[in-house]
T-cell receptor, first 113, second 114 residues
Framework: GENVEQHPSTLSVQEGDSAVIKCTYSDSASNYFPWYKQELGKRPQLIID?????GEKKDQRIAVTLNKTAKHFSLHITETQPEDSAVYFCAALLSGGYQKVTFGTGTKLQVIP | NAGVTQTPKFRVLKTGQSMTLLCAQDMNHEYMYWYRQDPGMGLRLIHYSVGEGTTAKGEVPDGYNVSRLKKQNFLLGLESAAPSQTSVYFC?????????????FGAGSRLTVL
């Protein structure tokens, strides 16, 4: 089955700096890679996703890149703000079928004002 | 439109007791999932369902049972609770349509087993 590794487990940045979280996956058949944000005490919510036919996707201050050959994908947050502080989870999925989503272990991002 | 609703939000059990967590979704989603979240271990899939009347095992199914008698409900049962089952449980659902893979999560249920 799919295995997703996520690094780092914790990340502290100064407000305004950039943050990068990296994930690798094992199943080359996976074709959908979402990122979820979980604020303290809240439920995970999708913030951005990318499909395997795209190398990069941006949404305002967040972007995701995908390298299918190396089987890794990354989340980039620019101009970080205190409200970006949360746990971020990457995931990999083979779209179609029963859509089993495998999550990484999470990165706790702290943005220091 | 409530999305995904979990009950109860909090529960304390003694070892050996049983309980059921209820997940209800009003989005007509086909797929439903139960995850547990433990510090440093991310979200691990317990059981899932691809439609009414179906269930299947995920990564960590031991000690849990599930049922999906109605499309909108997915129940997670603990027959004999153990301290190792202390965790936060999240239910999620997705439409199941190709290209529509977004999981909608419930607010979570915090379970403590003493």
């Amino acid at each position: 089955g799919e295995n997703v590794e996520q690094h780092p487990s914790t990340l502290s940045v100064q407000e305004g700096d950039s943050a990068v979280i990296k994930c690798t996956y094992s199943d080359s058949a996976s074709n959908y890679f979402p990122w979820y944000k979980q604020e303290l005490g809240k439920r995970p919510q999708l913030i951005i996703d990318i499909r395997s036919n795209v190398g990069e996707k941006k949404d305002q201050r967040i972007a995701v890149t995908l390298n299918k050959t190396a089987k890794h994908f990354s989340l980039h947050i620019t101009e970080t703000q205190p409200e970006d502080s949360a746990v971020y989870f990457c995931a990999a999925l083979l779209s179609g079928g029963y859509q089993k989503v495998t999550f990484g272990t999470g990165t706790k991002l702290q943005v220091i004002p | 439109n409530a999305g995904v609703t979990q009950t109860p939000k909090f529960r304390v059990l003694k070892t050996g007791q049983s309980m059921t967590l209820l997940c209800a979704q009003d989005m007509n989603h086909e797929y439903m999932y139960w995850y547990r979240q433990d510090p440093g271990m991310g979200l691990r899939l317990i059981h899932y369902s691809v439609g009414e009347g179906t269930t299947a095992k995920g990564e960590v199914p031991d000690g849990y049972n599930v049922s999906r008698l109605k499309k909108q409900n997915f129940l997670l049962g603990l027959e004999s609770a153990a301290p190792s089952q202390t965790s936060v449980y999240f239910c999620a659902s997705s439409s199941g349509q190709t290209g529509a893979n977004v999981l909608t999560f419930g607010a979570g249920s915090r379970l403590t087993v003493l």
